[in-house]
């Protein structure tokens, strides 16, 4: 059995990543650029089907969600905040994933995708 690693950094759960270059796993933070080596190369994955009729909406929260990745590259059109949480997800009608983004500012937690 696999348990959770943890950013030794910032305290964040670190996901597993590949290096291609040297052939092997590391554990990478998503928040800070903290890696490590995996001891273990056993690798879980949990993949959550969602029936068609079903409507997955976005939570007001997501913004505090500290395993989801944020990015400084884009602004809201909103209220021009410069930072943003973003995730893929499959948009209702459509094949394949998007991404979206929401708007880090607490006044604003506008949302719109890629």
Same mark, same amino acid.
């Given at each position: 059995?696999? &348990?959770?690693?943890?950013?030794?950094e910032? =305290? =964040? +759960?670190?996901?597993?990543? %590949?290096? !291609?270059?040297?052939k092997?796993?590391?554990? &990478?933070?998503?928040?800070?650029?903290?890696? %490590?080596?995996? %001891? =273990?190369?056993?690798?879980? !994955?949990? $993949? +959550?089907?969602?029936? $068609?009729?079903?409507? /997955?909406?976005?939570?007001?929260?997501? /913004? &505090?969600?500290?395993?989801?990745? !944020? /990015?400084?590259?884009?602004?809201?059109? $909103?209220?021009?905040?410069?930072? &943003? $949480?973003?995730?893929?997800?499959?948009? !209702?009608? %459509?094949?394949?994933? /998007?991404?979206?983004f929401?708007?880090?500012?607490? =006044?604003?937690?506008?949302?719109?995708?890629?």
């Amino acid at each position: 059995m696999s &348990a959770m690693k943890f950013c030794r950094e910032c =305290n =964040n +759960i670190l996901y597993p990543k %590949e290096d !291609r270059e040297q052939k092997r796993l590391l554990y &990478a933070c998503r928040n800070c650029d903290h890696q %490590e080596p995996a %001891e =273990n190369y056993c690798v879980y !994955r949990n $993949v +959550i089907d969602h029936d $068609v009729s079903e409507f /997955t909406q976005v939570l007001q929260d997501v /913004t &505090a969600d500290p395993t989801l990745p !944020r /990015t400084k590259s884009v602004k809201c059109h $909103v209220c021009g905040h410069p930072e &943003a $949480v973003f995730f893929q997800a499959a948009a !209702r009608g %459509e094949e394949g994933m /998007t991404l979206f983004f929401v708007c880090c500012n607490p =006044n604003c937690g506008h949302r719109w995708r890629d």
